[in-house]
């Protein structure tokens, strides 16, 4: 019997469509979540979201991160909730009201709320206005986000142990910034290995270069989905 595919979002992060699509088949085997993201759906449309899923069972992350006023949101998370993803994403930082216009919305899908992009360190939230350091304001926005209606929290691996002390056991905590050991970390500032990550607590993995950029994208994650297996016994 093949193994359960692993608690990885293969960020589909590709030039085209068929690129996008042709990586999705190589990873479906071994990951739950292929994720389509901003630019991506823009240049294609929703044509792209049935283009990945192809005839799989996998599920659609769409990471759009959503952040206007709630009405705005909510037509925007209307729209895209007859594609059926799984998750979709909106800026915690946009507040109660969006969060919850999003979640009533789209009744079907898990809203995931974002807190501080992983990009960001404590001196670009100072930059901003945004009060770190980013402990601290991703606990603050996770809170927000959750008693809003938001089932999932999208934060680093460096927060995922003091988020779940703060939103319990049934939100799904989303981590970007994770890395298989020996890759580069690129424009990622607060960055994990999947082992890493998972121990602290995650329940889904954002990889994508790691495993997109290699020669064989399915050999990569089927790779990290075993690494999983053998260390941690994560994958139910």
């Not at 705005?72 to 895209?80: E, L, P, S």
């Not at 930059?127 to 008693?147: F, I, N, Q």
């Not at 056991?169 to 500032?189: C, F, H, K, M, N």
């Not at 790691?210 to 399915?218: F, K, M, N, S």
């Amino acid at each position: 019997m093949a193994p359960n595919p692993a608690p990885i979002a293969v960020a589909l992060d590709a030039p085209d469509i068929e690129t996008a699509a042709r990586w999705a088949s190589l990873v479906t085997p071994h990951v739950s979540t292929v994720k389509v993201g901003l630019e991506l759906y823009l240049r294609y449309g929703p044509d792209v979201v049935a283009s990945v899923r192809g005839a799989s069972r996998v599920q659609v992350f769409l990471d759009l991160k959503l952040h206007d006023i709630p009405a705005t949101v909510a037509g925007a998370a209307r729209a895209v909730a007859r594609l059926r993803p799984a998750y979709l994403t909106v800026h915690a930082a946009g507040g109660a009201s969006m969060i919850r216009a999003a979640a009533e919305a789209a009744p079907d899908t898990t809203i995931a709320a974002v807190t501080v992009l992983t990009s960001l360190a404590d001196a670009d939230l100072d930059a901003v206005g945004l009060g770190g350091p980013a402990l601290d304001a991703t606990r603050r926005l996770a809170l927000l986000a959750v008693a809003a209606g938001a089932r999932a929290v999208v934060c680093s691996p460096h927060e995922v142990s003091a988020v779940r002390s703060e939103v319990g056991p049934d939100i799904t905590l989303i981590t970007p910034g994770v890395r298989p050991a020996g890759s580069s970390a690129e424009d990622q500032a607060r960055i994990a290995t999947p082992e890493e990550a998972v121990a602290a607590g995650a329940d889904l993995l954002v990889i994508g270069r790691p495993i997109t950029g290699a020669a064989d994208p399915g050999a990569a994650a089927a790779a990290v989905a075993a690494a999983l297996r053998r260390t941690a016994g994560v994958v139910r």
